[in-house]
């Protein structure tokens, strides 16, 4: 073990410097991003639905997505569009 000029161990200091913590030099998992996101409902029967998790999301997804939904509960989408304050 070398000394440095303050008189501790070169060591010692980088194990201080770093927390203790030794540096990883292999790159972290990746972290997996959903591709949809599940929606379920029990009130009035059950209904699922899956919304992609990107945007911009396509217009036939989401008119799909917008008649699904109403329809599931007996309404029409400009009543599901009002009650959601859209």
Same mark, same amino acid.
């Given at each position: 073990m070398?000394? /440095?000029?303050? *008189?501790? $161990?070169?060591?010692g200091?980088?194990? &201080?410097a /770093?927390n203790?913590? &030794?540096? @990883?030099?292999s790159?972290p $998992?990746p972290?997996? #991003?959903?591709?949809? #996101?599940?929606?379920? &409902?029990?009130? $009035? ?7 992609? /998790?990107?945007?911009?999301?396509k217009?036939?997804t989401r008119?799909?997505i917008?008649? @699904?939904i109403?329809?599931?509960? &007996?309404? @029409?989408?400009e009543?599901?569009?009002?009650k959601? *304050?859209?």
């Amino acid at each position: 073990m070398t000394q /440095n000029s303050a *008189g501790g $161990d070169e060591q010692g200091d980088l194990k &201080t410097a /770093n927390n203790g913590l &030794t540096p @990883s030099l292999s790159p972290p $998992d990746p972290v997996a #991003i959903p591709v949809a #996101i599940a929606f379920t &409902t029990q009130l $009035d029967g059950e209904h699922y639905e899956a919304v992609p /998790n990107h945007q911009p999301i396509k217009i036939g997804t989401r008119s799909s997505i917008l008649k @699904s939904i109403p329809a599931h509960h &007996t309404l @029409s989408v400009e009543e599901l569009v009002r009650k959601l *304050g859209l």
